[in-house]
């Protein structure tokens, strides 16, 4: 049997942790929005950079640009895994969009199509 005094503290525990779950919540969260945006901002400036340095380069197209069409599908889909495993099913779900989106823009850099 349990008594009075165990009772009232196994629930100021559940409080307490009540309490503290939000805010890992909101810590987590944070997280996870800061490394997506940093594999977003990767993305945007490594593409930027191969097609650049492509259209520059004189003569036929090189690896660039099939490492161009690489990156443009990889990295949204690295950011939509990231947002997933970490319960971020609406954001996950965005960068699975991109990440399909981006499959005919990858196929006309590397000039498949």
């Known amino acids: ?15 307490a942790q009540s309490k503290i779950e ?3 919540d909101v810590v987590r969260r944070t997280e996870v ?3 997506v945006t940093a594999v977003t901002l990767a993305w945007l ?5 191969l097609l650049g340095w492509s259209l520059a380069s004189p003569g036929p197209a090189g690896a660039e ?3 161009a069409a690489l990156i443009a599908i990889l990295l949204p889909f690295v950011a939509a895994v990231m ?3 970490n319960h971020q099913g609406r954001l996950g779900s965005a960068y699975i969009v991109l990440t399909l989106v981006m499959v ?3 196929l006309a850099i ?3 199509a």
């Open 45 to 49: 400036v490594t593409l930027a950079l």
């Open 65 to 67: 640009r099939y490492a």
């Open 110 to 112: 590397a000039g498949w």
């Open 104 to 106: 005919f823009p990858a």
């Open 33 to 35: 929005a800061l490394r």
């Open 83 to 85: 947002a997933v495993s």
């Open 1 to 15: 049997m349990t008594t009075v005094d165990e009772q009232q503290s196994g629930f100021a525990m559940r409080v």
């Open 22 to 24: 939000p805010r890992r």
